[in-house]
């Protein structure tokens, strides 16, 4: 197979991913985690992540939040290499330009400081010199008011219910202004109706604290809510649906949805099993390049596979 050149990224690009492999070892197993994965987030976007259990979300997300380290390819996350940093870096990297909700509602606030100590914590541990304490105080007001939880600064997490606990959990990651906000399943443990609240928060960070956000999830209200939604097979970007809002003659607003499939710079598309299945296409299809698409079409040719005289390429 040809080698083919690194990809170039846009400036506005906040997440590379190319050609992504995280191979895990262990008792002589080798699971392939991530196999080749490409994904490009554009600054400013909200993007969901989708797909079944086992097919590398998680793996995804601990690289991007510089938890753990590639095997191979290339991931950029807000101008920092993630195979290439020094300790040095990589911790400043995951204090300053990412930041991380957790599923467990738990894990994501220190049990014996008030939401608003929870909230200035880590720009202490960054640091900031002269007038430091007067700008992080301003700076937990301004959070705790977008986040809608203002009147929740003198509480301890033990005494929030897991909706408001996980919008303090948004503010604390949003606490140094990082340029990327990730999430792993932040609604798994909660009601839709509180679900439907913490995800209008990440909305909040997206659109006022101008956060990119990534957010991996099973729940059909926030994977069917954003405009990007990314679904992950098999350790790779498999397709993606987009939504836009168009408007009508009459001024009524409508989403309108369509999704692709991926296409890898060596051609590789991954079509969806209900198309293949709906024409019964398996093994080989043939191919036609029309003036302005490619056809995809269900290989009737006689004979048994491998028979053709003109099959040898
Ligand atoms: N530390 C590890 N050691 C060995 N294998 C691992 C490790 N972490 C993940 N895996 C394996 O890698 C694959 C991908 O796991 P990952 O947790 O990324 O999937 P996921 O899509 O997040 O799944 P879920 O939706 O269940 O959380 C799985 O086969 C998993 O068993």
Redesign the pocket.
Known sequence: MEAAAPRRHAAGTAIACDRLV?I???DGVE?Q?LQGLELTVAQGDLVALV????????????ILAGLDVPTAGTATVGGYDLLEMSARDRLRYRRETVGFVWQQTARNLLPFLTTAQNIALPMQLKGGGRGARARHSARVDGLLEALEIGDLGGRRPAELSGGQQQRVAIAVAMANDPAVLLA??PTGELDSETGAAVFEAFRTVNRELGATVVI?T?DPMVAGEVRRTVA?RD?RTSSEVLRRTVTDEDGTESVSEREYVMLDRTGRVQLPHKFLEALGMEHRVAVDLAADRIEVRRDDAEGPAGAEPDDAS
């Open positions: 995280r895990f070892t262990g699971v985690a797909g079944a259990s086992g097919s590398g979300k998680s793996t995804l997300l601990n792993d399943e991996v099973h992950i350790g």
